[in-house]
């Protein structure tokens, strides 16, 4: 017999009533309540979007935040900064402008169908709830309300004191990319520039080279490669 499907609504009942903050929202639980392959939440900072909730099996989900990360275009963007939903039911069918750097880059990922929701609570923009699905198509109506639903429940818990805390708690999130920001920190040390710089660097030698740009944050770390010459 088939698993039954989770209770969506019971869970974030359940959520927003602990002090456990989002690791209270299993992220693979939510998903298959939803009906997606994958769902992630990004917070929104000044060096883009930082992927700090995921299931790690959805290797999927958290590639294609790396190149929304990398490339700095995607509807997690679209929904984070101005506040509005981004419904895609097929990437493949967009017109190039859209997104000019990642749908070419996307179509090697399993992914075709996504939504971004924005995590805000009137001006205030925390971030983005994405979601995706490797088959085309509309999310339901129901699927909507449910999305919309945890999206609240997650902003709601964002902005609370145990929400905050899960960052750098007893019990973090798992931050996804602080490889990235420690090979930012070695160049920022050998070059002596600003982090941004740095992050600026990285993106762009991954981005020339259409490497995954936690690959290239490894070789940096490791020192297999130096990335601190302007021919970098």
């Known amino acids: 017999m088939p698993a039954p499907v989770p209770d969506l609504t019971a869970l974030l009942?359940?959520?927003?009533?602990?002090?456990?903050g989002l690791a209270a929202l299993p992220p693979a639980v939510c998903a298959d309540a939803l009906g997606v392959d994958g769902l992630t939440i990004s917070l929104l900072d000044k060096r883009g979007l930082e992927l700090i909730w995921y299931d790690p099996a959805d290797t999927a989900g958290t590639a294609f935040e790396d190149l929304q990360y990398t490339l700095g275009e995607g509807p997690a963007c679209d929904a984070a900064r101005t506040g509005e939903p981004v419904v895609v039911p097929d990437l493949r069918t967009l017109p190039e402008h859209r997104w000019p750097a990642l749908l070419p880059?996307?179509?090697?990922?399993?992914?075709?169908?996504v939504f971004a929701l924005p995590l805000h609570l009137g001006a205030i923009h925390l971030g983005a709830l994405t979601g995706h699905r490797?088959?085309?198509?509309?999310?339901?109506?129901?699927?909507?309300?449910?999305?919309?639903?945890?999206?609240?429940?997650?902003?709601?818990?964002l902005l609370t004191p145990?929400?905050?805390?899960?960052?750098?708690?007893?019990?973090p999130l798992p931050l996804h990319r602080a490889l990235i920001h420690q090979a930012a920190g070695v160049i920022t040390v050998r070059l002596d520039i600003p982090i941004d710089q740095a992050l600026a660097r990285l993106r762009a030698y991954a981005f020339t080279h259409d490497r995954p740009i936690l690959e290239v944050a490894h070789d940096v770390v490791h020192h297999h490669f130096r990335?601190?010459?302007?021919?970098?």
Not at 134 to 153: F, I, K, N, V, Y
Not at 227 to 232: G, N, V, W
Request: hydrophobic fraction near 45%; aromatic fraction near 0%; proline fraction near 7%.
């Open 227 to 232: 990335l601190d010459s302007p021919a970098s």
């Open 162 to 171: 145990a929400g905050t805390s899960d960052l750098s708690g007893h019990n």
């Open 13 to 20: 009942t359940a959520a927003t009533h602990t002090s456990q």
């Open 134 to 157: 490797s088959a085309p198509g509309h999310p339901t109506r129901a699927q909507m309300a449910d999305a919309l639903a945890l999206a609240e429940a997650a902003t709601l818990i």
């Open 105 to 113: 880059a996307v179509r090697a990922l399993p992914v075709r169908a």
